[in-house]
């Protein structure tokens, strides 16, 4: 009895470990998947990472410098001063020096340039993860293809269905005939090979759909069964003119954030430096007792202050070049802009197009089965031939699907069209 215990209780855990297939998956969160498990999402915790790592080398480059150096040299002369008998001063330096010593600087007050440097850092990490988004928003494109070519996929299939319907209850009828003699066995015979062939074409969309589904599972790391429901957003208030809500938007717009930042830059470098600076160590000479000529120990310390008070107009080429930075990057937002826009019209006239095309295909397909249904009756009373009734229901069944094809056309302009304006 505890080993049948035990052997449910794993089994339920394999189970409840085991990822279950979706019953139905929006487009919304198709795209969510999408980006999730993208492996250029990834380089988003690199990025990070990066810039964690440069910002704390700017906080570590405020802390005091220490140096161990070592300085030695030779010369050809030295200062000489061999004194008289009325100077009791005796002035002899040796032809070398040696020095060895230790130095600690510190950045006192820098003009706010390390904060600069770190608020740059931020802009330029921004910018970077949002230019991620823009590499993967062509992942949605991607997910549009694989969701229409299942629901195109679907519908071909539900045409087909309807058509081999109508064939199984004519071949009923024709079957009674042909019991009664009324009519040859190779007729029936046609009507099965029509459908064999419908068959064949909705394994073969079938197929299609597996594939599809398929690559959109592996897209969005998810398992898609064949008969998931793939559901579409409303497009009942469908309207054209959308506002533009692109990533790439906020990337041009974070550029010239990152260029504001380096304007912030060049004003910090224009400020006065303070910093200390303490040393000491072993000279010989004694580097700082010009009378010693032995090898003796030292120390000094002290302020430095420097003001670059000229540059010869360094600065403000800079800030032109930062200007000039800025109008290009307007310029492609404005040429981004501009490209999307041009596509309103195409957008306008295939939706023009499609919407012509559903209403005359709408009477088409009633004529079309007006027409097979007429032929049904005659091809029972023997008036017409099984060749001229098959002839008729591929002309119907082919009406029906451009029908279905271009209703589902349609959806996919207006999604595509909201996809391209970062409406979705």
Same mark, same amino acid.
């Given at each position: 009895?505890?080993?049948t215990?035990?052997?449910?209780?794993?089994?339920?855990?394999?189970?409840?470990?085991t990822?279950?297939?979706l019953?139905?998956?929006?487009l919304?969160?198709?795209?969510?998947?999408?980006?999730?498990?993208?492996?250029?999402?990834?380089?988003?915790?690199?990025?990070?990472?990066?810039?964690?790592?440069?910002?704390?080398?700017?906080?570590?480059?405020?802390?005091p410098?220490?140096?161990?150096?070592?300085d030695?040299?030779?010369?050809?002369?030295?200062?000489?001063?061999?004194?008289?008998g009325?100077?009791?001063?005796?002035?002899?330096?040796p032809?070398?020096?040696?020095?060895?010593?230790?130095?600690?600087?510190?950045?006192?007050?820098?003009?706010?340039?390390?904060?600069?440097?770190?608020?740059?850092?931020?802009?330029?990490?921004a910018?970077d993860?949002q230019?991620?988004?823009?590499?993967?928003?062509?992942?949605?494109?991607q997910?549009?293809?694989?969701?229409? #070519?299942?629901? =195109?996929l679907? *519908?071909?299939? /539900? %045409?087909?269905?309807?058509t !081999?319907?109508?064939l @199984?209850? $004519?071949k009923?009828?024709?079957?009674?005939?042909?019991?009664? #003699?009324a009519m =040859?066995?190779? *007729?029936?015979? /046609? %009507?099965?090979?029509?459908? !064999?062939e419908?068959? @064949?074409e $909705?394994?073969?969309?079938?197929?299609?759909?597996?594939?599809?589904?398929?690559? =959109?599972?592996?897209?969005t790391?998810?398992?898609?069964?064949?008969?998931?429901?793939?559901?579409?957003?409303?497009l009942?208030?469908?309207?054209?003119?959308?506002?533009?809500?692109?990533?790439?938007?906020?990337?041009?717009?974070?550029?010239?954030?990152?260029l504001?930042?380096?304007?912030?830059?060049i004003e910090?470098?224009?400020?006065?430096?303070l910093?200390?600076?303490?040393?000491?160590?072993?000279?010989y000479?004694?580097?700082?007792?010009?009378?010693?000529?032995?090898?003796?120990?030292?120390?000094?310390?002290?302020?430095s202050?420097?003001?670059?008070?000229?540059?010869?107009?360094?600065?403000?080429?800079d800030r032109?070049?930062?200007?000039?930075?800025?109008?290009?990057?307007?310029?492609?937002?404005?040429?981004?802009?501009?490209?999307?826009?041009l596509?309103?019209?195409?957008?306008?006239?295939?939706?023009a197009?499609?919407?012509?095309?559903?209403?005359?295909?709408?009477e088409?397909?009633?004529?079309?089965?007006?027409?097979?249904?007429?032929?049904s009756?005659?091809?029972?009373h023997?008036?017409?031939?099984v060749?001229d009734?098959?002839?008729?229901?591929?002309?119907?069944?082919?009406?029906?699907?451009?029908?279905?094809l271009?209703?589902v056309q349609?959806?996919?302009?207006k999604?595509?069209?909201?996809t391209?304006?970062?409406a979705?």
């Amino acid at each position: 009895m505890k080993n049948t215990i035990f052997v449910i209780l794993c089994l339920f855990c394999l189970r409840s470990g085991t990822a279950q297939p979706l019953a139905s998956l929006s487009l919304s969160t198709a795209y969510e998947k999408a980006n999730t498990n993208y492996p250029l999402l990834k380089n988003g915790q690199l990025l990070q990472e990066q810039t964690d790592l440069k910002l704390e080398n700017l906080d570590r480059s405020r802390l005091p410098n220490v140096l161990w150096k070592a300085d030695a040299s030779l010369q050809s002369e030295t200062v000489q001063f061999p004194g008289d008998g009325q100077v009791p001063i005796q002035i002899d330096l040796p032809l070398y020096k040696l020095k060895t010593y230790a130095e600690a600087q510190y950045l006192i007050y820098d003009g706010g340039l390390n904060e600069a440097k770190q608020d740059l850092e931020k802009l330029k990490s921004a910018a970077d993860q949002q230019a991620l988004q823009v590499d993967m928003y062509p992942l949605r494109e991607q997910v549009n293809r694989y969701f229409f #070519g299942v629901l =195109l996929l679907r *519908e071909q299939i /539900k %045409l087909l269905e309807v058509t !081999l319907n109508d064939l @199984a209850t $004519k071949k009923e009828t024709l079957e009674a005939a042909v019991r009664h #003699g009324a009519m =040859l066995e190779s *007729e029936v015979d /046609k %009507l099965t090979v029509r459908q !064999l062939e419908i068959e @064949a074409e $909705k394994e073969q969309s079938q197929s299609g759909i597996s594939a599809l589904l398929a690559m =959109l599972g592996k897209l969005t790391a998810t398992d898609l069964p064949d008969d998931v429901e793939l559901l579409l957003p409303d497009l009942n208030g469908f309207h054209l003119n959308q506002n533009l809500s692109r990533p790439e938007q906020t990337l041009f717009q974070l550029k010239k954030q990152a260029l504001l930042g380096n304007e912030n830059l060049i004003e910090a470098a224009q400020k006065p430096k303070l910093s200390a600076f303490a040393q000491a160590g072993l000279g010989y000479p004694n580097p700082l007792n010009f009378f010693d000529n032995s090898l003796s120990p030292y120390a000094m310390g002290g302020l430095s202050f420097s003001w670059k008070l000229f540059d010869w107009g360094k600065d403000d080429r800079d800030r032109e070049m930062l200007a000039i930075q800025s109008q290009i990057i307007d310029n492609q937002r404005e040429t981004f802009e501009f490209n999307l826009n041009l596509l309103e019209g195409k957008y306008r006239e295939d939706l023009a197009k499609l919407e012509n095309l559903i209403e005359r295909d709408q009477e088409i397909t009633a004529l079309q089965g007006k027409i097979l249904k007429q032929l049904s009756s005659q091809l029972e009373h023997g008036v017409i031939t099984v060749n001229d009734y098959l002839s008729q229901v591929n002309a119907e069944l082919k009406s029906r699907q451009k029908l279905r094809l271009h209703e589902v056309q349609l959806q996919q302009v207006k999604v595509d069209y909201l996809t391209k304006r970062g409406a979705l």
